[in-house]
């Protein structure tokens, strides 16, 4: 039920559908109980979907204190813990801690759970993330590609995240100039998220707010305006007005570059 309230964009509400469980769990199963300590990551994640970055971080470390103790240092569960925990730094603008602390993950991953774990390639996805936002943009496109290789052999053509991977090289292509290869780029990823995905789920509006910052990039602003309308009115009706990307659209619509990837 709550997650089925994040996925509508009702984050507030999931959260306190959350914590509702967390004291169930906590009085039925204690503080240590695996299960506790995931919905403790739910609330974590919750909160920062509703912009609190700090406090979630901090949930997230008292988390992985826990894991640590009862689950050990290689266990999924705390390197998944840790991970999030990166994306919390990388929020609050720590892109140079985050990347540390993922290639730390990464390490952990590789030795545990091998090179072509889903998991592993989340890791080296994210550090290309973190490359790209400290100005690595080379780095980061040629950390992309192996991360592409590795998913087109291991995930497939079709898959949210082999299609993620090709969505962020795409904004390398973009962050380095090239803009009409990059808008193609995003057009490919669009038809294939339209087939796999359907044309309102929110991946494929972030492909279509891209391409529309593209084409404003390119000087072919009417279009854009034309598709960041579209894209406005699908994010409404999906969204709702006052989630981040419904925002991030509207703003893009009169100035600036707020393109969530």
Known sequence: MAGEMAARGDHAGAEAEFRDVL???????????????????CIAAEMA???????AEAECRDVLAAWLRVLGPDHPST????????????ARGDHAGAEAECRDVLAARLRVLGPDHPDTLATRHQIAWEMAARGDHAGAHAEYQDVLAARLRVLGPDHPDTLATRHNMAGEMAARGDHAGAEAEFQDVLATKLRVLGPDHPST????????????????????????RDVLAARLRVLGPD????LATRHNMGLGDSRPR
């Open 23 to 41: 004291a169930t769990k906590l009085r039925v199963r204690g503080p240590d109980h695996p299960s506790t300590l995931a919905t403790r990551h």
């Open 49 to 55: 979907a509703r912009g609190d970055h700090a406090g």
């Open 79 to 90: 390197l998944a813990t840790r991970q999030w925990i990166a994306w919390e730094m990388a």
């Open 205 to 228: 509006l972030t492909t279509r707010h891209c391409i529309a910052w593209e084409m404003a990039a390119r000087g072919d602003h009417a279009g854009a305006h034309a598709e960041f």
């Open 243 to 246: 989630h981040p990307h419904t």
